[in-house]
């Protein structure tokens, strides 16, 4: 599982917990804006998923 929570500075910068968890878990998981979470890939990716975080974010 994965969870994103989001403080008011990342909200404001345009980021959103919900379509974060999606991209990182291609299209599995929501929530709001500020705390989202859904399951994903196998523990044996949970470290490829992480580094694509930067990626996301940067894409937004």
Same mark, same amino acid.
């Given at each position: 599982?994965?969870?994103?929570? =989001?403080?008011?500075?990342?909200?404001? +910068?345009?980021?959103?917990? #919900?379509?974060?968890?999606?991209? *990182?878990?291609?299209?599995? &998981?929501?929530?709001?804006?500020? =705390?989202?979470?859904?399951?994903?890939? +196998?523990?044996?990716?949970? #470290?490829?998923?992480?580094?694509? *975080?930067?990626?996301?974010? &940067?894409?937004?």
């Amino acid at each position: 599982m994965v969870v994103v929570a =989001l403080n008011k500075a990342a909200r404001e +910068a345009g980021l959103n917990a #919900a379509s974060l968890v999606k991209q *990182l878990l291609g299209g599995r &998981g929501g929530g709001s804006p500020e =705390l989202a979470q859904g399951g994903g890939p +196998a523990a044996g990716r949970l #470290a490829d998923t992480l580094a694509e *975080l930067p990626r996301v974010i &940067g894409g937004r």
